[in-house]
């Protein structure tokens, strides 16, 4: 390279950054104050983009007219931020965080549809900037006078941020409350306005970064999730809660990206090695390397400890009789079911396996996963592809494929046990990327964005009733031995790791082990249920392992509660069931779920199951 | 005196340039009762946290029976005879007592990795047997998160001897309990030590229980040892008037 390119490949990156910086920022504000894990953060920004792209058509391709859309954009999306506080969170803040979490997915599938239905499935692509559309001519090279803008917006905000947190009141409590929520509570200070605000405020940075990136990117309806993944590890890499970190941290990862694009293909001792394809994959690599030497990220500290947390409840032995009873159920389902019935009620087996791999690992081992799909993805894509690729048996496949998934949960699981919380959360989710980029890119073995073909069970299994006792007798097998091993001396291992670290090192017990060791065990599950529904469906797309895949686990787990063992089978029933209902008669089936969720969610702060649970205990408390 | 179950030599510790402890020695019996005092600050938790293995000291010599477990982590010297009990309690709050009590005994027999076993079916009866000695065998089947605090403390002291210790280290025992519990619990634990020939090492804020349940008494400021002796001794010592009272020498 020469020093001329590197500088453009520098100015690029940092371009890149800006916007990046101003959604994380935002995202890391939010978190600070109200310690929640805001996924509808990427949707504030995708709101941003469509919100500019209409405005600018209203007010007319001039400078005025561009920058007053970019503005108005913000801070419309800010609003958008307090509807959502005021509306559903702050009535959840007592709920726990698990609890917040899927609100605030259900929040994205509600403003995924609201955009659709708006703007159109079409990707819109905006103007350039009026009176910026012309290049620079930077050391013999042209770089747009745009980018050049972008680059000064990042600093700008940054000190406008640094000025406002530390020369106001305002700043001043909300650096207090990042500290310690509680004693500015404590204070006597008004916590309901303080959190609004903060929304209201992360809300316009996360719609400033979209507006702001519309001469540079079509608005789509797939930007949601994918920002909110890069806002993630930039976070995590800058350290949660630190704005100067998000910041570098921004930069790096835009920097690193434009580099690969830029470097393009290379050959190193005759192979040739692609660093274009490498920039779906590059923070993710960086995000592993900075958790692993700085577990806190580039400038963060290490979360406090927080206080009067509630302990999680006994967990109740399942009845055998109970179990098998359904088990019988589910068994003559067929004979009264039409083919219909039978196909979805496979799809419910599979993902119940993999709700309860889910809820193994973030209920009783306590390390919550937003990238549990990675498995489940692994699982159905080694399925298919050993069928396909390698000419093994069906069978073979379906015994193999779990095996493959647990290795790679051991590979993944061996950096995610060294952290614990939130940062454990996006470095598995930042896993479940880089999976998904591999299977995404790699055209010549998994079929890339088509995914892989006419994966159908051998003959024997051709009929669909057929399958869907295979599926029952593999999956219904996997759950009840997780649950079996929950009640295990190693499942107890867990759950007592899961109440103390402390006090399990204090007599003797290796947490990590463990932990390890449960990681590839549920990994492996959810590897079998990915292939079991591989072979069920007949293909395998990328979606399989995708972030949203993982945030339908999350959403069965929760919408069952992560405080039963029933709960993650329900959620898994309910969620599958009603989506196919929902979207045989409606385009906007996200809506409807999204609200059927937030209704839950209001409703039944405990998940369904233990809504129903404490229903029934109240009823008969009022009977005694 | 018989030999040392607990010998710590010159012992170092500092963060950036501040001298926490600095060249504590001293060393504890099997079934002695020793308390290490000190105010605020003086390094007492410091000191503490090199003998479990939570921190490496600068420089110093830890044996426990002979044997150096300077950089050993707090499970393996666990695994050599070290009970604990924590400041701010720290047990398993989603099981009940007795499980509690069974999970020190299934780790200690390294019976934990068992996947399909059911757990609790083993060590039922040595974990009753333990609380019986604590009193807590009627609330065996109660969940250690809705137990009061001073019932915690004893659940704790059950875990503590799960391993059959040769010493047991108490960081703070009767932080936040009544002072009536208070003595109650010490005595308690001075009985079993000596029963059972533990050696003990506690910090304590409470000079009625450090006085009335120690065997000896060792004082830390500024992360310096300035007195040791029997409490008598100790009482009479000008060093620890002089730290305690702020009167001159």
Redesign the interface.
Known sequence: MTLASIIIQLLNGLAAAASLFLVSAGLSLIFGVTRIVNFAHGSLYMLGLYGAYSLIQFFGRTPLGFWGAVVLAALAVGLVGILIEVLVLRRIYRAPELFQLLATFAVVLVIKDIALFTWGAEDLVGPRAPGLSMAVEIMGRRIPAYDLVLIAIGPVVLGALWLLLTRTRWGALVRAATQDREMVGALGVDQARLFTSVFFVGSVLAGLGGALQIPREPANLELDLAIIADAFVITVVGGLGSIGGAFLAAIVIGVAKAFCVGIGSVTWFGFEVSFSKLTLVVEFLIMALVLVVRPYGLLGKPQAAQRAAEPAPRLQVPSWTFALVWLALLALVPLAADRYTTILLTDIVCFALFAVSLHFIMGPAGMVSFGHAAYFGIGAYAAGLLLKRFGLPMEAALLLAPLIAGLFAIVYGWFCVRLSGVYLAMLTLAFAQISWSVVFQWDSMTGGSNGVFGVWPSAWLSDKTAYYYLALVLCGAGILFLWRVLFSPFGYALRAGRDSPLRAEAIGIDLRGFQWAAFALVGALAGLAGAVYAFSKGSISPSSISIAQSTDGLIMVLLGGVETLTGPVVGAAIFTWLRDVVARNTEFWRAVMGGVILLIVLLFPQGLVGGLKALVVRWREQRA | MSRAVLQVEGLHKSFGGVQAVADVSFAISAGEMLALIGPNGAGKSTCFNML?GQLAPDSGIVRLEGRDIVGL????I??LGVG?T?QIT???????VR?NVQ??L???AG??????????AAFGGEADALLDQVGMLDQAER???VLAYGDLKRVELA?AL??EPRLLLMDEPTAGMAPKERVALMELTARLARARNIAVLFTEHDMDVVFSQADRIIVLDRGVLIAGGTPPEVRANPNVRAVYLGSAH
């Open positions: 479990n982590r707090p499970r393996a666990w695994r604990r924590f720290a047990t398993f709050a989603s099981l009940s499980e999970m020190a299934y780790s200690h019976r934990l990795r068992s996947l399909l076993s059911r757990f609790g969940t250690c998160g875990i799960a391993n």
